[in-house]
């Protein structure tokens, strides 16, 4: 398959002005490639067009990884189970498999420090990622932080449905803080319109259920949390041991 140089040239212009950048990039290889094999005009238009369409799929997963604002890449493939007794393989696999977004349940990792919470939570976010969904990685303090920011400004309605529209947020190290009442009200409305929108929350803590009532100050509205968290929910109640050496930072 020939093709006269200003035939390409005009072919790569035409690229560029569509943005089809990957098909640019390759389009000079490709052809070499059919002249020397002889391929027939379809087969370099399939290539052409599967060149693309990786290129803009990497491209969208990058551009859902970095605006998801997940800190550290841990993989569930790379996770070892063989060091946490813990956790049960079979189980994290399974949840691997998404289902737990199409029903919209909850899934709690509970355990002390370093035992894997944040490791397996972080696996489960990035594959819904790569599966096209689009998720949020926050830490629990920073999530408050902001709850709080936005009475300021009045703003705290179009904060929550910035969250509420993520098909899964991850929700780390929810744990004692220091919360005030506006604070733990707003971490209510946000639960309540997750659980309405059938859209699943992952939480790491070293809290137990029962604990939290200490954290948000409410038992009342504790109770009422819980009620919609709890509905649809897989709680991971991980006894192992810590995962990590002394010297490094706990999370």
């Known amino acids: 398959m020939k093709l006269e140089h200003d035939d390409q040239e005009q072919i790569l212009q ?4 569509l943005r089809l950048h990957k098909i640019a ?8 490639l059919a002249a020397s094999k002889g391929s027939a005009p379809q087969e370099v238009v399939r290539r052409l067009l599967q060149s693309q369409w990786g290129f803009v799929q990497e491209r ?3 551009y859902r990884v970095d605006h998801a604002d997940v800190p550290e890449i841990w993989e569930i ?21 998404l289902d737990f977004i199409a029903s919209g349940t909850n899934v709690v990792f509970t355990g002390d420090t370093g035992v894997g919470k944040t490791g397996l939570a972080t ?5 819904a990622l790569r599966a096209g969904h689009r998720g949020l990685f926050v830490k629990a303090q920073d999530l408050f932080d902001e709850m709080y920011a936005s009475l300021a400004d009045r703003s705290t309605r179009r904060y929550i449905d910035h969250l509420e529209r993520h098909a899964v947020i991850l929700i780390d190290e929810l744990g ?30 070293n809290l137990s259920y029962d604990e939290w009532p200490g954290l948000l100050g409410n038992p009342a509205m504790t109770k009422a949390l819980l009620s919609r968290l709890r509905q649809r929910c897989v709680t991971l109640e991980i006894s192992g041991p810590s995962l990590r050496a002394p010297s490094q930072a706990s999370a």
């Open 176 to 205: 004692y803080l220091n919360l005030r009442p506006e604070q733990a009200n707003i971490f209510f409305r946000l639960m309540e319109a997750r659980h309405l929108a059938k859209r699943p929350t992952l939480i790491t803590t």
């Open 25 to 32: 990039d390759v389009l000079g290889e490709e052809l070499a």
């Open 77 to 97: 493939e790379t996770f070892p189970f063989d060091k946490q007794p813990g956790v049960h393989a079979h189980q994290i696999r399974q949840l691997g498999s």
């Open 123 to 127: 696996g489960l976010l990035l594959r």
């Open 60 to 62: 969208s997963l990058k």
């Open 14 to 17: 035409l690229c560029k002005v």
